[in-house]
């Protein structure tokens, strides 16, 4: 399962995933990070039985927790199945079923944007 | 057995005709054998619906009064082009708007007619005795113009080349985009859907021709511009009226970083005539080749990577050097396929008639690149080859004496087989001093990603070097890994003051 953490620096004062990993003993894998000077964002990975615990620790740490299912939206009327968005995805999230039309397999997304710059269609944005 | 076209046509009409899909086709033949097919299908239709650039509409707004002229027209604030005749222009798919760049284009403009929305017409002029009115404004939807006829001059190409990209950035080109490394592949077109692979002699496609396109029925005019089947890429020029089309099959499309364009849904249908148009028509993905371009070498000639066929393209992956490359297309199949179904309901309710060329194209013709008398100037024409450099081992001090003797701000930095390793300017030195202890040689302040020319590069390559990376000079090394000059933005503004035009 991934998560999107969101934290303000102020609020969270203790390091957020060292601690949450020696709290809780889950293995968490840091897929992408934006930090700035007072507020940060992660997105993360674990094992979908730990979503419980996991969100519980962080939120609270002071962090907000967000899980990450349906984060590529597709505007239906805009698309009109190219594809040209599909050799850019680093994670395979994008394919053609067998009348090919587009199908998204968001859990594996990494949020890079890439597919939403390829689109030229403008059909694609990533949950905000 | 051969069939004439009033025969075809009497099926139609009557509703007899049979017509199947291009892609149905080589399993009909399989199984009927040549003959079988021959007799048991009218019609193959093709279809492709994916990017074209070369595509725009006449228009023909009618008189206000007082009557203009108009000389300059936009519709949006995209301008269309307007010295035709009082009050007609053409607007290109690719033209952007003045106000919100390339989001919005030529191709959105006639995408919003195709829809019903009004458009702002705004057009100025000079005002002359007969046509005495300066300015206009008003808002026209399609229904208020008296033509709106789609003129595609370069349309359904026979086939295209596949793109990917060797450099280490990642680029924005009309091919969609290119990963850094050869990432990604994409390619265009519909393979052994598309028309002109259907009838690669242009037997049967030709001037005068009835179409879909759009969603309207057109008509090919004749070769497009830039044709070149005598090497596997004609090309047709189209039309159609755009007051019958739809944006189902008429789609506007901005490429970042490139430009906007208009996604066109186009069929050919093809009548079954005689035993060649069935071996033709039975045409499959495996035996339709093209190659795959590095588009990384910003040349005409683009190095081919390698050979591929459609069915590799749309298998999702192509090996390259060992390597399994994610492929994708820019055109949509599943439209193409809906383009092909739609022009079969026409031939099979009768809604449309066929006829054949009235003028057929020349198929040994390809067309050729510009001449260019005036040679463009390379690097090596204007480049400086008095070289003061520096190996990497020396102190930062020499290379500061080096700097204020050599009137250069850039010292390309040699290791001991004399291969550039890095480059060394004022402001790298400065920084240094101004943070002391960052080491006291040469490598170890020095930048050591060095971006680089070669004699023979175009200099507009090397300017766009310069200015992508915001710096100043550029290291010239030749094939033989030596370095043999130094590229500045000095030595640029030399070529200038000698009149070389870029
Ligand atoms: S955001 Fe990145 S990882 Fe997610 S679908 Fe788009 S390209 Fe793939
Ligand atoms: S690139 Fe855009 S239009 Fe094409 S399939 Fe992907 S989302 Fe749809």
């Known amino acids: 399962m991934k998560l999107l953490v969101t934290f303000s620096r102020k609020g969270v004062k203790q390091p957020l995933i060292a601690q949450t990993v020696k709290d809780t003993g889950v293995l968490i894998n840091v897929e992408r990070a934006f930090i700035e000077s007072n507020e940060g964002e992660l997105l993360i990975d674990i094992p979908d039985k730990e979503t419980k615990i996991i969100t519980d620790a962080m939120e609270k740490a002071g962090a907000r927790v967000k899980q990450m299912e349906d984060s590529v939206i597709r505007d239906e009327s805009e698309c009109v199945n190219c594809g040209a968005c599909i050799s850019v995805c680093p994670q395979d999230v994008l394919s053609f079923n067998e009348t090919w039309t587009l199908c998204i397999d968001s859990s594996k997304c990494v949020l890079c944007g890439k597919c939403v710059d390829a689109c030229p269609h403008q059909a694609l944005s990533l949950l905000p | ?502």
């Open chain 2, 1 to 502: 057995m051969e069939k004439t076209i009033d025969l075809i046509n009497t099926r139609i009409r009557d509703g007899n005709a049979r017509a199947v899909r291009a892609d149905q086709m080589p399993d009909i033949v399989d199984e009927l054998g040549v003959e079988g097919a021959l007799r048991e299908v009218d019609v193959v239709t093709t279809g492709t619906f994916g990017a074209m650039c070369s595509s725009g509409a006449f228009f023909n707004f009618g008189h206000s009064d007082p009557p203009i002229r108009m000389e300059k027209v936009w519709m949006n604030e995209v301008e269309a082009y307007a010295g035709i005749a009082a009050v007609d222009a053409y607007l290109g798919a690719t033209q952007k708007s003045e106000t919100q760049g390339i989001s919005y284009g030529g191709a959105h403009v006639l995408e919003d007619l195709v829809a019903g929305n009004a458009v702002r017409l705004r057009a100025q002029s000079k005002g002359t005795d007969c046509y005495p009115r300066k300015t206009l404004e008003i808002e026209l939807t399609i229904e208020d113009m008296n033509q709106a006829t789609m003129v595609n001059p370069r349309n359904s190409y026979q086939s295209y080349v596949a793109a990917s990209n060797t450099t280490d950035r990642t680029l924005y080109t009309y091919m969609g985009t290119l990963l850094p490394n050869a990432g990604n592949i994409s390619y265009s077109g519909a393979g052994c859907l598309s028309p002109i692979p259907n009838d690669p002699n242009l037997r049967i496609i030709g001037s005068g021709v009835p179409i879909f396109l759009c969603g309207a029925e057109g008509m090919i005019i004749g070769e497009g511009t830039q044709a070149s089947p005598g090497n596997g890429f004609g090309t047709l020029m189209t039309t159609g009226n755009m007051n019958d089309m739809s944006t189902n099959f008429l789609r506007a499309a901005t490429f970042k970083g490139y430009n906007s364009t208009l996604y066109v849904g186009l069929g050919v249908p093809i009548p079954v005539l005689d035993e060649e148009v069935v071996r033709r028509t039975a045409v499959r993905d495996e035996d339709l080749k093209t190659s795959i371009a590095d588009y990384g070498v910003p040349n005409r000639n683009r190095p081919t990577l390698r050979e591929v066929t459609y069915a590799e393209l749309k298998s999702g992956h192509v090996e390259l050097d060992g390597e399994e490359v994610k492929t994708s297309s820019l055109s949509s199949y599943k439209k193409a396929l809906e383009v092909a179904d739609e022009l079969k309901s026409w031939v099979e309710s009768g809604k449309m008639q066929l006829a054949l060329p009235t003028r057929r194209m020349n198929t040994e013709k390809t067309s050729h690149p510009m001449r260019d008398r005036a040679r463009t100037p390379q690097v090596r024409d204007i480049m400086n080859t008095s070289l003061v450099t520096i190996s990497e081992d020396e102190s930062i001090q020499t290379a500061a004496k080096r700097l204020l003797r050599g009137e250069t701000n850039h010292l390309p930095v040699l290791d001991n087989a004399n291969r550039l390793v890095g480059i060394v300017t004022t402001f790298d030195i400065s920084k240094a001093v101004a943070s002391s202890g960052k080491g006291e040689k040469v490598c170890d302040i020095m930048t050591k990603r060095v971006v680089y020319t070669s004699p023979t590069e175009a200099v507009d390559v090397a300017t766009h070097k310069l200015e992508r990376n915001n710096i100043s000079a550029l290291p010239v090394v030749d094939e033989n890994g030596k370095l043999v000059g130094i590229l500045s933005a000095i030595d640029l503004g030399k070529l200038f003051e000698r009149g070389w035009k870029r």
